[in-house]
């Protein structure tokens, strides 16, 4: 019997749910996501059908005019290695391509040889190397940061930018090692698309975009987390950038601080001696 790729249905979600529920040890969250999914204007999810059942799906949403991004892509453990995959993954692409999308990008976790191997077969092909780096703040903290349980600011703080600052911000960023790390992308959220100057802008205005000797930063709190999705430094820096963004995290009352960044040995020394875990990832990436 042959899958029927269509567009998902509310009905589909506890089907979905069903068999996701195991994909990682930590369960899944595909099925939080499903109803944002299913009514976001900038996307479309697809589901692959099998006697009446919900046995495959995938999202896709465009970023940008040109820029794809999908993710969640999930067949049910009982049906893999029976192609539902790739013909989800022909109809993802040829719905980007509609949209006049130019390229479609994708990340997957380092350790996720299956998946890797999967959308390899596809054609995409690694774009870039990045590390999510994250560590607690303050009583989570898992290395002293003070004297006697005392907190110890960095010499190098950060303060707010104003929108004046982005032209300088993003000449600082405009081909350095991170930028070219990079390729140009930035991460929101766990989608990546190409950096505007608008981003930088944006987060100047909701005052996250911070600026000191060390360099420049987009950071904000989130819940109990302290993110940070775009960096501008330089080696010689790294460990001081590094230290001065703990403090933030710390100032603003974060219990963590999660850092997505490109992955350079420099950059990922620094956040080691840090004390922070990392997750390798790789962002792949298909021209359309």
């Known amino acids: 019997m042959e899958a029927t790729i ?23 969250y595909v099925t939080d996501a499903f109803d944002d999914w299913l009514t976001d204007p900038s996307g479309r999810l697809f589901v692959a059908e099998m006697g009446g059942r919900a046995v495959g799906m995938a999202r896709v949403a465009m970023l940008s005019p040109d820029e794809a991004w999908s993710q969640g892509a999930r067949v049910h453990p009982d049906l893999r290695h029976q192609g539902i995959g790739l013909e989800i993954g022909r109809h993802i692409r040829a719905w980007a391509e509609q949209q006049g999308a130019r390229v479609i990008r994708l990340t997957v976790e380092n350790w996720n040889r299956a998946a890797r191997d999967h959308v390899e077969k ?74 505007q100057p608008d981003d930088l802008a944006a987060a100047a205005r909701r005052k996250a975009l911070w600026e000191g000797r060390p360099g420049w930063a ?55 001696r840090a004390g922070c875990e990392l997750h390798p990832l790789t962002v792949y990436d298909l021209a359309l």
Request: charged share 25%.
């Open 218 to 272: 987009i950071a904000a709190v989130d819940e109990d987390t302290f993110e940070v999705s775009w960096l501008s430094t330089v080696e010689e820096d790294a460990a001081a950038m590094v230290r001065a963004l703990i403090d933030r995290a710390a100032d603003a009352g974060a219990e963590r601080i999660e850092a997505i960044l490109p992955d350079v040995p420099w950059l990922r020394r620094a956040l080691q």
């Open 122 to 195: 596809q054609g995409f092909r690694p774009a870039g190397k990045w590390v999510m780096a994250e560590r607690g703040v303050g009583e989570n903290s898992p290395v002293p940061e003070g004297n006697g349980g005392r907190r110890i600011p960095a010499p190098d703080g950060l303060r707010p930018a104003v929108p004046y600052e982005v032209q300088p911000a993003l000449l600082s960023w405009s081909g350095g090692p991170l930028e070219r790390a990079s390729r140009g992308l930035i991460p929101i959220g766990w989608t990546w698309r190409r950096l």
């Open 6 to 28: 269509r567009p998902g249905r509310p009905e589909d979600r506890e089907q979905i749910a069903a068999w996701t529920r195991n994909t990682f040890t930590w369960g899944d």
